[in-house]
Nanobody, 124 residues
C-alpha cells in the first residue's frame, strides 16, 4: 500500500506559477506509476499528467501541455507538478494518484491510491 499527501497549493495570479508536491509513504514508491488529476467546481475529475516508474515517460493533458511538468524523485518518495503560465481555468483541487502497474487505469482515474487533494486558485 501507499499513502499520498499533497502540498503546495494556494492562490496565485494569472500568469504565475506554483509547484505541487506529493509525498508517498512506503518503501516501494519506485514501483508505482504516478499521476495528477484535478477537479474544478461542478466538473468531473480530469487527468492532468502521469509519469512512469523511472520518470522516463510522461504524458500530459492537452490543456496543460507545454505549461506543466511532472517529475519524480524516487529517493525522496515524491512526485511534483510544476505549473507555469497559470490561468483561471486551472483553478481546481489537484489530486495525486498512484497505480501499481496500469497507465491506462491510472489515466482513466481508476487507481486505488489517492491523496486528499490540494486547492489551486488562479485569480484573473
Amino acid at each position: 500500500q501507499v499513502q499520498l499527501v499533497e502540498s503546495g497549493g494556494g492562490l496565485v495570479q494569472a500568469g504565475g506559477s506554483l509547484r505541487l508536491s506529493c509525498a508517498a509513504s512506503g518503501r516501494t514508491f519506485s514501483s508505482y506509476i504516478m499521476g495528477w488529476f484535478r477537479q474544478a467546481p461542478g466538473k468531473e475529475r480530469e487527468f492532468v499528467a502521469s509519469i512512469s516508474w523511472t520518470g522516463g515517460t510522461t504524458y500530459y493533458a492537452d490543456s496543460v501541455k507545454g505549461r506543466f511538468t511532472i517529475s519524480r524523485d524516487n529517493a525522496k518518495n515524491t512526485v511534483s507538478l510544476q505549473m507555469n503560465s497559470l490561468n483561471p481555468e486551472d483553478t481546481a483541487v489537484y489530486y495525486c494518484t498512484a497505480d501499481e502497474g496500469s497507465l491506462f487505469r491510472l489515466r482513466k482515474g481508476g487507481s486505488r491510491y489517492w491523496g486528499q487533494g490540494t486547492q489551486v486558485t488562479v485569480s484573473s
